[in-house]
């Protein structure tokens, strides 16, 4: 924020420093913005001061110089040019909120920008830093902490997972939870939603570790912004798409009430609803015992060999499953088929899924055989016709197929 010139009595030369860098950063935050040209010759004095001083307020100013520049396109790789990084994440590392505040600020923009300067900021070991100086955020710092956390979380799988593993998230959402404030929380859904964009079903302990599906339903019942809770309801619809360890997790914990509980429940919300309530398990292979069928069902993170009686047909393995799992469940076989009929016997399913396991003959031409490509468009019609809409990812994994 804009202040004062230095007042009287203040040494000459650190007096004029303190005005130069008042100025400048009152320059750069202008309305029309300066050319790019202009800020950055200002930028290499703001950034040969910033290194050296010891002068509390010549750096929130020349901090703030900084903030304003990251958030043009160029900025970010001026900071990155100026080797900048590692003298911001000394003055965010303090006790003084007047430094705090704009070095946090800096680190936020830097990790809403390019993967490789969100990259920087986690080298920078700024996710583990702010834990410890938690006790002199603000409300504004609050938000903008978790704003930074949300950046990152919307990065890379490697970033992900260093969010993940730094603990933050489990930290933050405890943290907010105490002290409920409206656009802390709105950060969090937004949090929350990223999280779930480029994982992999591997990382279930480290989301366990978090809380983080504890934490969906109490975002879902919170009062927060529209684009927020799309975030987040984003977020539950790729979770679902991670397994059924995942989805049988977060309804076990009160998820799916909390949605049908929402006033006006939207398309969203309702597509949200559809992706927890259909489960559907890899089924990897069946093997024949006496009087039984033993099938091997894929999950996240574990194995499930259910046991079934010959004379059984899909549905009685199905509702064993529920049973096991706390879902309603539906089958897919290893090589992508769904498995929909419930009356087909369970010999048939068994007999499908032994078969899968020996060398298939590759089918003469190049779209396979008459019969499987009217499977496979009778398949992607009744992808186009789902509730849910067309699957993209679904349609993919059928055309490789009958390729």
């Known amino acids: 924020p804009k202040r004062e010139p230095t007042p009287p009595g203040v040494a000459p030369k650190v007096s004029l420093l303190r005005n130069a860098m008042w100025a400048a950063s009152s320059v750069v935050r202008a309305k029309p913005r300066p050319s790019w040209e202009t800020t950055e010759k200002l930028g290499e004095v703001v950034a040969e001061h910033l290194r050296v001083t010891m002068d509390p307020d010549t750096a929130t100013d020349a901090l703030w110089f900084v903030a304003y520049m990251t958030e043009e396109t160029e900025g970010a790789a001026y900071v990155a040019a100026q080797i900048l990084l590692p003298t911001v994440v000394r003055h965010f590392d303090g006790v003084t909120r007047a430094t705090t505040t704009p070095a946090l600020k800096v680190l936020g923009n830097l990790a809403s920008g390019a993967n490789e300067d969100t990259q920087r900021v986690v080298d920078a070991g700024v996710l583990t830093k702010i834990p410890e100086i938690w006790e002199h955020f603000n409300r504004p710092l609050m938000k903008e902490a978790v704003w930074l956390a949300s950046n990152v979380a919307a990065?890379?799988?490697?970033?992900?997972?260093?969010?993940?593993?730094?603990?933050?998230?489990?930290?933050?959402?405890?943290?907010?939870?105490?002290?409920?404030?409206?656009?802390?929380?709105?950060?969090?859904?937004?949090?929350?939603?990223n999280l779930f964009d480029t994982v992999s079903a591997c990382d279930y302990e480290l989301f366990a570790e978090n809380q983080v599906l504890e934490n969906l339903k109490r975002f879902v019942e919170l009062p927060v912004k529209k684009t927020a809770r799309a975030a987040l309801l984003e977020g539950v619809i790729a979770m679902s798409k991670l397994g059924a360890a995942w989805v049988v997790r977060a309804t076990a914990l009160g998820l799916c009430e909390a949605l049908e509980a929402l006033p006006g429940r939207d398309k969203l919300v309702k597509k949200a609803l559809w992706s927890l309530q259909r489960v559907t398990v890899q089924v990897e292979s069946a093997r024949s015992e006496e009087q039984t069928y033993v099938f091997r069902l894929a999950s996240v993170g574990s194995v499930v060999e259910l046991t079934a009686a010959k004379t059984a047909n899909v549905l009685e393995l199905r509702t064993a499953a529920s049973s096991v799992t706390g879902a309603s469940i539906s089958f897919r076989t290893s090589d992508g088929q769904e498995w929909v009929d419930d009356t087909t016997p369970i010999a048939d399913l068994a007999a499908h899924c032994t078969a899968l396991g020996t060398p298939a003959q590759r089918p003469d031409g190049p779209l396979g055989t008459p019969e499987q490509i009217s499977a496979f468009l009778s398949d992607v019609d009744a992808k186009c016709n789902t509730e849910a809409g067309f699957d993209t990812a679904a349609f993919v994994a059928l055309v490789r197929e009958v390729l």
């Open 155 to 193: 990065g890379t799988p490697a970033q992900v997972r260093a969010l993940l593993q730094c603990k933050l998230p489990a930290f933050l959402f405890q943290q907010g939870r105490e002290a409920n404030i409206q656009e802390v929380n709105d950060e969090l859904c937004f949090l929350a939603g």
